[in-house]
């Protein structure tokens, strides 16, 4: 690399689909670097025309092994598509996932893919911004179908595959007794609940068990608009992921495009505003506390004061106006 290019410059390029671009944009966004706002806004208005597609599922449940088993099918549907994947074990930077059955490295070498893994710890100014930041940038350089993938451990990670136009949960079998939904969240935000390795046995089990789940949360509510369909795959034997992508186009097709798609969206740009804002505060804050940090500490050290009035007093300084 020889000069520094600046981050505006960087975006017309990765709109072309320069590769280079793209990923630098996104390394900036990730790091919060200094000059990358602007693009990144700029970035934001261009974006909006891909499909963002959520999936999320605990460790272990298949979930890159399903992304690689759709990319193939809708590359072959002439789609382009983008992968963010936050969770560094995602196998992506090469090699074959199921042997020669799921070959990542195919897509690796295709210029229709593009895949990107993010650290779940790292990314200056939250996960959840640096993801979407990511989504935004591909959604600009003209992937059509971009695949979010998130570990659904922890309330984050779970938020993140929300934010999104079409939610995938995917459960397996084998990950002990209980539907792992269930205990991280996951239960209700599926727009598409997917049973992953039906090919073993216990995987029966796991299907039953989670349409039971869906059957009693729905008796609850209102009348669904759409009725959240629970689908077995298996990569092992390759079925499953016809189906699969037959609902996920039901769901663009019925929700998507609809009143439910209006909605999302507007969920979606309010969890972005939230994110931002709370960023933005915390370093606002961050930087004005910093230099007299002591001067709240030492009460608190002496204790001739408490945690919580200190606090208070450290977060009105930082609030206030600077004196001149
Ligand atoms: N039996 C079986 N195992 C699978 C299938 N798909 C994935 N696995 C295995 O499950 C493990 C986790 O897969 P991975 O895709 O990395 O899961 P992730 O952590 O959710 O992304 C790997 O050992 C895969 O080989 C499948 O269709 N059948
Ligand atoms: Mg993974």
């Given at each position: 690399m020889s000069r520094y290019v600046p981050s505006l410059e960087l975006v017309p390029r990765a709109a072309r689909g320069e590769t280079a671009a793209i990923g630098r944009l996104i390394s900036r966004a990730e790091a919060g670097a200094d000059d990358v706002r602007g693009a990144m806004a700029e970035i934001y208005r261009r974006a909006g025309r891909a499909h963002i597609i959520g999936l999320t599922g605990v460790p272990g449940s298949g979930k890159s092994t399903m992304v690689c088993a759709l990319t193939t099918r809708l590359r072959a549907a002439g789609r382009r598509v983008g992968i963010v994947a936050v969770?560094?074990?995602?196998?992506?930077?090469?090699?074959s996932i199921l042997g020669d059955?799921?070959?990542m490295a195919d897509h690796v070498l295709d210029d229709g893919v593009y895949i990107r893994s993010m650290a779940t710890h790292g990314a200056v100014g939250g996960l959840a911004r640096a993801a979407l930041d990511a989504v935004d940038v591909l959604d600009v350089a003209g992937f059509d179908t971009i695949i979010l993938e998130t570990v659904g451990v922890g309330q984050d990670e779970v938020e993140i595959a929300r934010a999104s136009h079409t939610t995938i949960v995917v459960s397996a079998p084998g990950?002990?007794?209980?539907?792992?939904a269930i205990k991280a969240g996951m239960l209700e935000i599926a727009d598409i609940h997917v049973v992953s390795k039906?090919?073993?046995?216990?995987a029966n089990r796991t299907l039953m068990d989670l349409k039971h789940m869906l059957t009693s949360a729905v008796a609850a509510g209102?009348?669904?608009?759409?009725?959240?369909p629970v689908l077995g795959v298996s990569a092992y034997a390759n079925e499953g992921f016809d189906e699969l992508l037959a609902a996920v186009q039901a769901h663009v097709d019925q929700i998507v495009h609809g009143e439910g798609g209006v909605q999302r969206r507007r969920e979606i740009a309010r969890f972005r505003l939230q994110k931002t804002a709370e960023d933005l505060l915390m370093r606002r804050f961050i930087a004005a506390t910093a230099p007299q940090l002591e001067r709240w500490t030492d009460p608190l050290v002496e204790r001739t004061s408490d945690p919580y009035s200190e606090a208070a007093g450290m977060i009105s300084a930082a609030l206030q106006p600077p004196r001149v």
């Open positions: 969770d560094p074990s995602s196998p992506y930077s090469g090699g059955r799921i070959r990950l002990g007794d209980e539907v792992q039906c090919d073993r046995s216990d209102h009348a669904p608009l759409w009725r959240v």
